[in-house]
Each structure stands twice: as structure tokens, then as C-alpha cells.
């Protein structure tokens, strides 16, 4: 399985929600990370996780709340966004938290809206 | 001084012709240099990775890597219409301790038939 697999694909939520965006990977790895996307831009790092603690927050607002329960599982749990966290979130692993030399696998994204 | 620098395009190129993506760095002690695609609406993608100061090819693409002038390049020959997407360069950057992976702001090519 080379794969990382994010759900749900496609989310719309109000901004009084809380909802969940899910990620899994069944390859081993040990570091895994949280990007935001927006139109045109290129992906920008949230969290790393490496071997399931916290290791970097790019002083991400606390309405952003990542979590990771085990080695292949990344949550981030959202509550009272506002409309300009509307994005793609990718998340993506690695082997390890060091220099990869392989570089990260993206998931598919979650394509998120704000109303 | 951004990390990593690209120009966004777009780069438009002919159908079978070489396009050339070039991407520069600022922190001296990366040492892993990656080549994403990102067709609209996806994720990235990876396409080529390099560490070594040099050329690295796969099939039609070619990436280059010169340290010492902290540049990056993509080489894709015989540019097919399915090239067109966005190509994202990214370096490993050393913060706090921890490795993370930075993106420059794309290049759009665009190859047209």
C-alpha cells in the first residue's frame, strides 16, 4: 500500500461547526504532516508530526487542531472557522522525520468550504 | 529573501520542445531537492528527486542540482499537452531540530499543440 488516503474529499461546513478531516497510511511511515492549499498558491505546512508527537506548529490559530491517535492515523478537527480557511488540506507522510530523501506522499486532499 | 523562489509563469512552450523550470534556494544546508507536479484541482505529485550536485534523468525529465549556486532545475524534453500543470519545487529546510519541506510558488507550464 503506497498510498495516503484522506476523507471526506469534499467538505462544506458553517462556522459555528466542528468537523474532522481524517488521514491514513498504511506504509510505515513515521512523520506525518498537515498542509493548507489555496487558489494558486502553493502548499503551505501547518503541523509534523513525528512518531505520533507534535514536533513543529507554523503557529497555525487554535481553531486548528491536529491529533494523532496512532503511527498511520492524522486527524485535524476543526472548529469556528472562518470563511478564509476555505482551502485544500493535504496531508502527506514520510519515513521518517529526518532529511527525506524520498520526499512526502500526498493524500488526494480535502477540499474544504467555509460558508 | 523568500526560501525557495520560482518563477510563476506561465512558461508556455510548444508541443515536443524542451521546457526548462528553475527554482533557487536560500538555506546553504539543504541537502534533498524535490520536483512536484500539481494538475489543477489535485494534489502534487512527485515527479524527480535529487541530492547530488548534477544532473539526474528519468525518462524525459532531467532534474539538476548545483549547490554551490544553490539552483535547481527541471528539464522536461519533447513536451506533451499532458505536461501542462504546475510544477512546484521543494527543499527539505532544517527548523528547531526537525526537517520540514518547503514549497516554492509553482511554475504553470503550458505546452501547446
Known amino acids: 500500500d503506497t498510498e495516503v488516503t484522506q476523507t471526506p474529499k469534499h467538505l462544506v461546513m458553517g462556522m459555528t461547526n466542528k468537523k474532522s478531516l481524517k488521514c491514513e497510511q498504511h506504509?510505515?511511515?513515521?512523520?506525518m504532516y498537515w498542509y493548507k492549499q489555496k487558489a494558486k498558491k502553493p502548499p503551505e505546512l501547518m503541523f509534523v508530526y513525528s512518531y505520533e508527537k507534535l514536533s513543529i506548529n507554523e503557529s497555525v490559530p487554535s481553531r486548528f487542531s491536529p491529533e494523532c491517535p496512532n503511527s498511520s492515523l492524522l486527524n485535524l478537527h476543526l472548529h469556528a472557522l472562518q470563511p478564509e480557511d476555505s482551502a485544500l488540506y493535504l496531508c502527506a507522510s514520510s519515513q521518517g522525520p529526518g532529511q527525506s530523501l524520498y520526499g512526502y506522499t500526498f493524500g488526494s486532499g480535502t477540499r474544504l468550504t467555509v460558508v | 529573501q523568500k526560501e525557495v523562489e520560482q518563477n510563476s509563469g506561465p512558461l508556455s512552450v510548444p508541443e515536443g520542445a524542451i521546457a526548462s523550470l528553475n527554482c533557487t534556494y536560500s538555506d546553504r544546508g539543504s541537502q534533498s531537492f524535490f520536483w512536484y507536479r500539481q494538475y489543477s484541482g489535485k494534489s502534487p505529485e512527485l515527479i524527480m528527486f535529487?541530492?547530488?550536485?548534477g544532473d539526474k534523468e528519468d525518462g524525459r525529465f532531467t532534474a539538476q542540482l548545483n549547490k554551490a549556486s544553490q539552483y535547481v532545475s527541471l528539464l522536461i524534453r519533447d513536451s506533451q499537452p499532458s505536461d501542462s500543470a504546475t510544477y512546484l519545487c521543494a527543499v527539505n529546510l532544517l527548523s528547531g531540530g526537525y526537517n520540514k519541506l518547503i514549497f516554492g510558488a509553482g511554475t504553470r507550464l503550458a505546452v501547446h499543440p
Open positions: 535529487i541530492y547530488s550536485n
Open positions: 506504509m510505515g511511515h513515521r512523520a
